[in-house]
């Protein structure tokens, strides 16, 4: 079992950065698959950037070039730095983890760009 709790999340203007934390219940450094997530109001819940082990990151396009993620393993936590925000990046992001054959999500945090 993983327990995951997100933090961080806001109401930013347009153009502002903010940073998301999700910090874990137990040791991240066996997690290899650490993701964050997004829902927006009336939309499917979306893949946003992934954190490999040795802090590689994949992104959506959408994403790309605008958001920063990583992971620390002495704190157990996975960051989201989310640059040049838009209107169409409000919404609930969630982080995610797999861990073997199981799956874990935390609660999500809102971020609402004005």
């Known amino acids: 079992q993983v327990r995951l709790v997100e933090s961080g999340g806001g109401l930013v203007q347009a153009g502002g950065s903010l940073r998301l934390s999700c910090a874990a219940s137990r040791n991240i450094h066996s997690i290899n698959n650490l993701a964050w997530y997004r829902q927006a109001p009336g939309q499917e819940r979306e893949w946003v950037a992934g954190?490999?082990?040795?802090?590689?990151?994949d992104f959506a396009d959408s994403v790309k070039g605008r958001f920063t993620a990583s992971r620390d393993h002495d704190k157990n936590t996975v960051y989201l730095e989310l640059n040049s925000l838009k209107s169409d990046d409000t919404a609930v992001y969630y982080c995610?983890?797999?861990?073997?054959?199981?799956?874990?999500w935390g609660q999500g945090t809102q971020v609402t760009t004005d």
């Open positions: 995610y983890a797999r861990r073997g054959a199981d799956s874990f």
């Open positions: 954190v490999g082990l040795r802090n590689s990151a």
